[in-house]
């Protein structure tokens, strides 16, 4: 299960490395703009953006289907 974790990380590193440097989180690109590490380009906001939306929006998601069970409406 380790290897096939390795291997996936490995393909999602590869794939979006031309896009945003490969930083998966968006923390990442975040910390590495200010500390100057990497340049601002013009994929940079983009990628950023749509992360966060992303992951609000799966939030979300998830907080509405918990209430949904709790409430005991499908």
């Known amino acids: 299960a380790a290897l096939g974790c390795g291997f996936f990380i490995a393909a999602i ?3 979006l490395s031309n896009v945003s440097g490969a930083h998966l989180n ?5 910390a590495f703009l200010v500390t100057r ?3 601002f380009t013009r994929k940079t906001p ?3 953006v ?4 992303s ?3 799966i939030a ?3 907080i509405r289907r918990r209430r949904m069970i709790m409430l005991d409406i499908y």
Do not use: F, N
């Open 13 to 15: 590193v590869s794939s």
């Open 26 to 30: 968006p923390a990442v690109s975040i």
């Open 37 to 39: 590490q990497i340049t």
């Open 46 to 48: 983009e990628c950023t």
């Open 50 to 53: 749509s992360k966060i939306k």
């Open 55 to 57: 992951t609000t929006m």
């Open 60 to 62: 979300m998601m998830i």
